[in-house]
């Protein structure tokens, strides 16, 4: 009915208008003058780039009329009607400048608009998560990378990505977790400042810096799993001008990652797609075959006795095991639980919208299978981005899931592996798995010990479960007023929940079970359950004032923030599973022995008082100022507000004229900053006086409490004091040089204090101790060669970093500490950390060997008093080396020729101590009883006479306590990423309904040479990783 | 102007109450714990703190073990089988490693649980939480506590009083804090401890058992119902009884231990309750004796057939403890079974009663048996006659009326509190009392190889500075 309505409505319009034209008076047709019809023209124009190739998509609309808006189509072209006279033509595009046209009647037609590109627009800016600053006047020292250059130099992750783009951010060598694509790495910005985890006070890495991801802190873990597709830039704040903002929490260096804005425009869609594929990398494993390991054995007297009735036993082993080489056993078990990684990772992305409101939707999934066989993670995660302005007044929302499963090898770890004998075969006879592969026998009598070796792959073969999962929600709003030019208010509120569940379940046949016998048996198998909870509610408010008379530039920030955090996660462990089939948890026959339920929880509570302020004189000198005052509930109650501040100094002088006539001279400016920041990675209740609960006695049917330890109400953040000196340097609009000095005092070291026990407690926490480190840092590079019309260029690129640590004052807890670990019967081959004043963190304590004696196949040592002793001796050891490099950093290139794309990024260090402690425990600590490096069989002591490395083997393993003799001065260069690409730009591919296509293919961590050979990936092997990548946008 | 005041009044208000609101925002409520400020607002709290430091007593570094049958059983040569790891100890070598770590053991946790005092007394004076006499009780009984740890200590870590009362022993804390208390002589810390258990006494004359107000499980929940678990008024006494007799005072000795004994209010084990088992510890007559839950645990592991690092006696040293098949004591003694431990006499003190409401897992640590001893010892330190006292005792364990005193009284004394404090650790402190050179069971000089007084422990001297306590 309606429709019908309608219909017969837009008939009788449309005949009214036929009939209206056609009655209208002639006069009335010629009151109108025609030159107004004229004067009011269609616009047609086309837009090129800089290479004078068309551009398509491109948003062309009248500045004063908001609703007349078009796009250009395939070959750039555009057509506007404007309705009035001399209107302003706005053209705008990603990635290039906003152009401006003023119409007016003598403007000439066709237009021929050429766009200019912003490719390094972003540069010019230092994001600092509270608002961006202008690098011109920004006296502290930051670094600042666009999603293009972290592409450029790896598609894993966010964290490899920065690692190889600048020197003072590192992922500390773990040479134990490899490339497990479930462990978190450690990360530091310029060096360690922190005593490392001595008593477990500290809450994971204290030197971790801080994230914040859309101006709120974020954890590693969220980082890592970032897609670096969503990211527009990344920041890092090192010194205190910079990052004094972030007051108690900043000492470590900040990290700012701003995600992408959607832009306006017809509806894009682009999509990026990786091919990822891991192979393991077991090159530094030299292990012994099964001919050699057998070998082996008989030259450390494994099958020697002195008894007839051991001796034949041995015989009979050894001979079981000769057999088996005989018939062709020889196990490489080191391929065994390793595979070449499948995985894939997509994005796509939806953006558009008009200047009023803008629209971003993203998706993304990432599976990373790792080489461990049944190793991967696995992301699935989506966001919204919404963006509304009108007027003054801006709001932004982003509304971001993610949901991660990590799923750990069913395999073990890969240490299992490298310790078994090659003489061992996984299968027996019929080409079954074994359970158990061999076993030793010392003596037939009792006293005889046995040795068994299980098969890891039959646990595989189990329906085992080792995963953790987590889906996060983060909710972020944003909104800011700009009631006049000069100043803005900006409010944000952010919301993060996070759940976590952790499973661990070994079935009974389990051979971590395989000895639980008698009334044991039945409690073979366990089931851990781990579940978890953390909200984080941050809010903050500001004002921006900004204001420029005559050559003054002034801006005045200041705000407050407050934040909550919460967590809590609890488990439990159950025993007893004894089918195989079931694993569920609710099929155990008990809890753990004794077991109780586990858990943690804390609280955190903040708030900050911020005020920043920048002055600039004729762009030549400027300064910055910023305080922070901050409360936390982590703090003593005497001492909850903590004040960080810094003062900088710049001065630009490629802006004073006795320079300005050198044109060679693009960019000098010198910067200078101090101040004062904290850091509080500590346990959040660490300050106040607390009672525990006594949860397995009563006393007269009370359940008794008591004081968990002596509080320190002044306890407050360790107070870092940076001082900073940098120049960046611009040559020849091609050389880019910036450099950075600085000093970085930690005051207030937060550790134990010892206590005479008559206190009632051994120690309480104190904020004593002072540790400084010096370091410098540079990065270089220089652009070769570039030519604008055919996008080619090609520039090089290294960088430099270095930086030592002294303990300067250490309190009596270190010190007991040190005699503690001397005393300690644990790993006894390890040197052990030692804090000394005077000294660095990372000193290397260890004896001064002279080699080893001839004669006899033992190692001597010179002793304090200089004399040479067969006696390692505690009191002995000095300090034999400190294990910061020399000096480390990247260098590589970037080359682009007509679309065709080549950059290689290397990584190095250069002269780090390192203790080696594969040749200990892999040649000489060994225990013959597990596979061994085949140095044993060649550079070892054998008889009297031998100038041999190695001291000598017997059938028990003895321990070499540090010794200087395993000292290796080392010296890496890792070519960590290669990427090739191909940009369809310079094709039209319009016919494919593709607005661009690129094309690419990576590796990384190909090969790493090192001046020192040693086992790399011992829980988990590291990876060699290629991997093809796709972009395009529809 | 007006409006303009108001306006600047309100913003000051608004301030104000941010802030002070920010103060209680930030102060953080944990959940897995709790804050002392939380658990010490309500009386409930008070008597959870107070029942945490008898609990932290009970631990088997101090009178769940070491204190009573462990170390001070082997260092009065009680047993004649004990653990290898206590070889030491029968020597009186307190430098090894496991017998410091014991000594250490007792230091710290003895401090620990003062430390504990000292927090609850510190607060309790600033609290109105307390209902009824509460407040004179729990306070009371801590200042108790404190005072009788620190004695034990003295005992431990502080010369014999007989061999030098102006020898530096161990501080008397009175803080919770990071401050190191100086360190005290005997003579000061005993006048220290007096002090502290006089105010108690004084606290406790609200205490039910000296007021003898009935108390049942509908009284606050019968907190006051045990109060032999408690340092209660009479335990003060008796401990006060006992301090005066280890300085000597014999006559405030003999006062203090009459007015426990005359107050009538502990009854010695019947014959019947030894030989069934009911009351192997004596819960009756122990004027103060702790909880511990794990106390048959503790008896299964070291002290019988059953446990691989046990204490225990052998015929002959058993028959110098029971000299008649009439003392009721000889009902506490089992053999052992297996083929190893055939010739081991376990103690059955600590044994699992038969009967499990009111007779479990105490130990005594004052028992009305020792007011009666020292009731007699200081009668017969006064040249006064004892015979009375020492029959009523004797007759208690079943044995016959002395006419006339033997020679040798002292050798009566030592082998009655032999027998009677069997794994309870009172013998070495007897004999540290007397300053006894060599006892029964070792060839040692314990004075001249200062046995009777342990090193203060490295860790307390390396981070204090302490004067030489032997």
């Known amino acids: 009915m309606k429709h019908k309505n309608t219909l017969n409505f837009k008939t009788s319009f449309l005949a009214f208008t036929l009939l209206g034209t056609l009655c209208i008076p002639k006069d009335t047709m010629a009151q109108v003058p025609a030159t107004q019809v004229q004067s009011i023209p269609k616009v047609i124009g086309r837009v090129v780039g800089s290479d004078h190739k068309p551009l398509s998509g491109v948003t062309v609309s009248i500045k004063e009329d908001k609703q007349n808006i078009t796009t250009t189509n395939r070959v750039g072209e555009f057509i506007l009607s404007p309705q009035k006279q001399d209107e302003t033509l706005a053209i705008s595009a990603i990635g290039y400048k906003t152009q401006e046209i003023k119409l007016s009647k003598d403007t000439k037609l066709p237009l021929i608009i050429k766009l200019e590109e912003t490719t390094d627009q972003i540069e010019e800016v230092i994001v600092t998560g509270y608002g961006t600053r202008s690098k011109e006047s920004f006296t502290g020292s930051a670094s600042t990378f666009t999603k293009e250059e972290l592409l450029r130099v790896g598609n894993k992750n966010v964290l490899q990505s920065l690692q190889n783009l600048d020197p003072s951010f590192v992922l500390t060598e773990n040479l134990s977790i490899g490339s497990d694509p479930n462990a978190l790495p450690d990360v530091q910005l310029r060096g360690q400042s922190g005593v490392g985890d001595i008593r477990g006070d500290y809450v994971g890495n204290p030197n971790e810096p801080l994230f914040i991801l859309d101006g709120f802190i974020a954890n590693l873990q969220k980082i890592m799993d970032l897609d670096m597709n969503r990211i527009a830039s990344i920041t890092l704040l090192k010194d205190a001008a910079a990052k004094a903002i972030y007051g108690s929490r900043a000492a470590n260096g900040v990290i700012v990652i701003e995600t992408i804005v959607p832009k306006e425009g017809a509806m894009r869609i682009s999509y990026t797609g990786n091919f990822n594929l891991e192979a393991p990398d077991l090159s530094s494993y030299q292990l012994a075959n099964a001919t050699e390991k057998l070998q082996i054995e008989k030259n450390a007297g494994r099958y020697n006795a002195v008894h007839p009735f051991t001796q034949e036993l041995l015989n009979e082993q050894y001979n079981q095991r000769f057999k088996s080489i005989e018939e062709g056993v020889d196990t490489y078990w080191l391929s065994q639980p390793v595979r070449v990684g499948l995985g894939d990772k997509h994005t796509l992305m939806l953006e558009g919208g008009t200047q009023t409101l803008r629209y971003g939707l993203d998706f993304t999934y990432n599976n990373v299978k790792g080489v461990m066989k049944g190793s991967n993670r696995e992301n699935i995660g989506g966001s919204i981005n919404l963006s509304y302005r009108t007027g003054k007044v801006i709001f932004r929302n982003i509304l971001n899931i993610n949901f991660n499963k990590s799923n750990n090898s069913p395999y073990g770890a890969f240490s299992e592996y490298t310790r078994l004998n090659p003489y061992d075969s996984p299968y027996n006879e019929v080409g079954n798995l074994r359970k158990t592969l061999n076993t030793f026998v010392t003596s037939p009598f009792t006293g005889g010990s046995t040795t068994y070796y299980f098969n890891p792959l039959y646990n595989a073969s189990l329906e085992t479960k080792n995963f953790s999962k987590y889906h996060e929600l983060t909710e972020n709003f944003y909104a800011e007023w700009t009631p006049i030019e000069s100043l803005r208010f900006t409010g944000r509120i952010g919301y993060t929940f996070n759940g976590s569940a952790s499973e661990n379940f070994l079935p009974g046949d389990h051979t971590n079970f395989a000895l639980w016998t008698g009334e044991n048996f039945y409690k073979r198998g366990s089931y851990t359950m781990v579940d978890g909870v953390s909200n984080s509610v941050n809010s903050d408010i500001y004002a921006n004032w900004s204001k420029t008379i005559g050559k003054h530039s002034i801006l005045i920030n200041g705000g407050a923030n407050v934040t909550a955090m919460q967590s809590q996660n609890h488990g439990m462990t159950a025993w007893g599973f004894l089918n195989n089939r079931v694993s569920y948890i609710t099929f155990a026959k008990q809890y753990a022995d004794n077991g109780v339920p586990s858990g943690t929880e804390s609280i955190q509570r903040e708030i900050g008082l911020i005020g920043f302020t920048n002055y600039s004189y004729d762009n030549k000198y400027f300064a910055d100022l910023s305080i922070r005052r901050n409360a936390s509930s982590m703090f003593g109650a005497d001492n909850r507000w903590g004040t960080f501040w810094s003062i900088g100094l710049g001065w630009n002088v490629h802006q004073e004229t006795f320079l300005k006539n050198l044109t060679h001279i693009n960019l000098l400016r010198l910067r200078s900053s101090l101040g004062s920041t904290g850091s509080q990675n500590f346990n959040p209740y660490q300050a106040m006086t607390i009672y525990n609960f006594f949860n397995s006695s009563t006393y007269d049917n009370i359940s008794g409490a008591y004081l968990a330890g002596l509080a320190n109400d002044r306890l407050k953040w360790q107070e870092a004091f940076d001082y900073n000196v940098g120049t960046d340097i611009r040559l020849f609009d091609r050389l880019n040089v910036k450099l950075d000095y600085f000093i970085s005092n930690t005051n207030n070291l937060l550790i134990d204090f010892t206590l005479p026990p008559s206190t009632g407690y051994y120690s309480y926490k104190e904020n004593l101790g002072r540790t400084q480190k010096k370091g410098y840092e540079g990065t270089i590079n220089y652009l070769v060669f570039s030519d604008k019309s055919t996008q080619s260029h090609f520039s090089v690129f290294t960088s430099f970093a270095h930086n030592s640590n002294k303990l300067l004052e250490i309190a009596n807890a270190l010190k007991q500490i040190n005699s503690e670990r001397d005393g300690s019967t644990e790993n006894l081959n390890v040197p052990k950390i030692r804090y000394e004043e005077g000294q660095s963190i990372n000193s290397i304590w260890a004896v001064p060997s002279l080699g080893i004696d001839p004669a006899t196949g033992r190692e001597v040592f010179r002793s304090k008093d200089g004399t040479s002793t067969y006696n390692w001796n505690p009191d002995d050891q000095v300090v034999i080396g400190v294990s910061d490099p020399k000096l480390r950093g990247n260098l590589g290139f970037n080359l682009e020729y007509k679309g065709w794309g080549l950059s290689t990024s290397f990584r190095y260090t250069l002269g780090e101590d390192y203790y080696n402690s594969t040749l200990v425990n892999r040649v000489e600590n060994v225990n013959i009883a597990y596979n061994v490096d085949t140095r044993v069989l060649y550079d070892t002591w054998q008889q009297i006479g031998d100038e041999a490395i190695f001291k000598r083997i017997t059938a028990t393993p003895t321990t070499t306590r540090p010794t200087s003799r395993f000292l290796q001065k080392k010296s890496d260069l890792t070519l960590s990423s290669i990427n090739a690409y191909y940009d369809f730009k310079w094709k039209n591919l319009s016919k494919y309904h593709l607005k661009n296509l690129k094309l690419g293919f990576y590796t990384t961590e190909a090969f790493v040479l090192s001046t020192v050979r040693t086992e790399r990936g011992t829980e988990y092997p590291f990876a060699r990783t290629f991997s093809f990548s796709l972009q395009t946008t529809f | ?470």
């Open chain 2, 1 to 470: 102007m007006k409006t303009k005041q108001i306006a600047y009044i309100l913003v000051a208000v608004v301030l104000l109450t941010l802030n002070v609101s920010c103060e209680k925002w930030l102060d953080v409520q944990p959940n897995s714990q709790v804050k002392s400020s939380e658990l010490l607002s309500t009386e409930q709290g008070y008597k959870e703190a107070l029942a945490g430091i008898y609990t932290l007593l009970t631990d088997n570094s101090l009178y769940g073990k070491e204190l009573t049958y462990g170390m001070h059983g082997v260092l009065s040569h009680e047993w004649k089988n004990y653990p290898l790891a206590y070889a030491d100890d029968a020597q009186y070598d307190y430098e090894t490693t496991l017998s410091q770590g014991r000594i250490e053991g007792i230091w710290s946790k003895m401090y620990n649980a003062i430390s504990n005092t000292n927090y609850l007394l510190q607060n309790i004076d600033n609290s109105q939480v307390f209902s009824g006499k509460n407040y004179e009780i729990i306070k009371g009984e801590a200042l108790a506590l404190r005072g009788f740890i620190h004695f034990d200590l003295l005992r431990n870590f502080g010369v014999s009083y007989v061999l030098n009362p102006n020898q530096q022993a161990i501080p008397y804390v009175t803080q919770y804090s990071a401050k190191q208390t100086a360190q005290s002589t005997v003579q000061v810390v005993i006048e220290k401890i007096i002090e502290d258990l006089k105010a108690a006494k004084e606290l406790l004359k609200y205490d039910p058992i000296y007021t003898g107000e009935v108390i049942n499980e509908f009284n606050d929940n019968g907190y006051l119902l045990n109060r032999q678990l408690h340092l209660n008024y009479y335990a003060v006494e008796a401990l006060l009884a006992r301090i005066y007799l280890y300085i000597g005072k014999y006559d405030l000795a003999e006062i203090a231990a009459n007015n426990v004994i005359q107050a009538n209010k502990f009854a010695f084990v019947s014959q019947a309750s030894f030989a069934s088992g009911v009351d192997p510890s004596g819960a009756s007559e122990q004027i103060f004796g702790l909880q511990l839950n794990t106390l048959s645990l503790n008896n299964t592991n070291f002290l019988s057939d059953e446990g691989t690092t046990t204490f225990s006696l052998d015929q002959a040293s058993k028959s110098l403890y029971i000299s008649s098949t009439d003392d009721y004591r000889s009902y506490l003694f089992i053999n052992g079974t297996t083929t190893n431990t055939l010739n081991n006499i376990y103690t059955l003190k600590y044994a699992k009663t038969t009967d499990d409401s009111y007779y479990i897992n105490k130990i005594p640590i004052i028992k009305l048996s020792e007011m009666y001893l020292i009731l007699a010892e200081s009668l017969w330190s006064q040249d006064k006659d004892p015979l009375l006292v020492l029959n009523r005792q004797r007759n208690a364990r079943g044995l016959s009326s002395l006419t006339v005193l033997p020679t040798d009284v002292r050798t009566l004394f030592t082998n009655e509190y032999r027998i009677e404090f069997l794994a309870e650790g009172q013998l070495f402190y007897y004999y540290k009392r007397i300053n006894q050179e060599i006892i029964h069971g070792s060839t040692t000089n314990l004075v001249n190889s200062k046995g009777y007084t342990f090193p203060i422990p490295p860790n307390e001297t390396t981070s204090a500075d302490r004067q030489p306590n032997r």
